[in-house]
């Protein structure tokens, strides 16, 4: 018996002082827990909402643009025959190495057993892009757009056709083309340029052609 209360009494003393606070110490943990593990499962329960919310933008996005492509892609063979005179041009969903969705524009001019932009010609890349541009205008006009150098690349006759398919958007849009076609000049309403002065200055002129008093 006196062997065992010695063994007890160097236990007693192996564990060092006794902390008078613990009893303090564990309440304050346990309620420092409870608070974590709330937050912890509010997080949860976030991330959950949102992942959901995620998958549900997706499909929307994804219903949205199966749509909107449908719609796209007619105007754009419309526009593509009416630019050229005929031929076949189609958008085509194609699915990328990363899962994304990409889109491929098929254009085959009339007399032409082409389907790749790059075998076609600067202006017949140039009235692709124009059509594709004004297919996307007709299915959701846009409040302003601007044509930066878009005719530069066409011939006279293709100049007269995107001469009045401009005029046929601006009843929907109001568009500012900055061009040095003289036929796309002569279609706008208002004429903003700039010209050399007597001193060797750079001068902006207007011209609203509406204002200007028309022959008799």
């Not at 937050?39 to 996005?61: F, P, S, T, V, Y």
């Not at 098929?106 to 790749?116: E, I, L």
């Amino acid at each position: 018996m006196r062997g065992r209360i010695t063994e007890l009494r160097a236990d007693i003393r192996a564990l060092g002082p006794v902390n008078i606070d613990a009893v303090d110490d564990l309440l304050e943990e346990r309620e420092r827990f409870t608070f974590l593990s709330g937050q912890i499962a509010d997080l949860e329960a976030a991330e959950g909402e949102l992942r959901g919310a995620i998958k549900d933008l997706e499909r929307l996005i994804r219903e949205r643009f199966d749509e909107t492509f449908v719609l796209v892609n007619q105007n754009f063979q419309q526009y593509f025959q009416r630019f050229f005179g005929g031929g076949q041009a189609e958008l085509k969903v194609i699915e990328l190495d990363d899962g994304e969705r990409g889109v491929e524009i098929v254009a085959q001019p009339p007399g032409k057993r082409v389907s790749s932009l790059n075998v076609l010609s600067g202006g017949e890349r140039s009235m692709t892009s124009v059509a594709l541009l004004f297919s996307l205008l007709a299915v959701n006009p846009a409040p302003m757009c601007i044509l930066d150098e878009v005719d530069a690349a066409l011939d006279e006759a293709n100049v007269g056709r995107f001469v009045d398919t401009l005029k046929e958007l601006t009843e929907r849009s109001q568009l500012i083309v900055i061009t040095h076609n003289r036929r796309s000049v002569e279609a706008a309403d208002t004429i903003y340029g700039v010209s050399m002065g007597d001193e060797s200055t750079s001068q902006v002129l207007s011209l609203s052609v509406a204002d200007l008093p028309r022959a008799s």
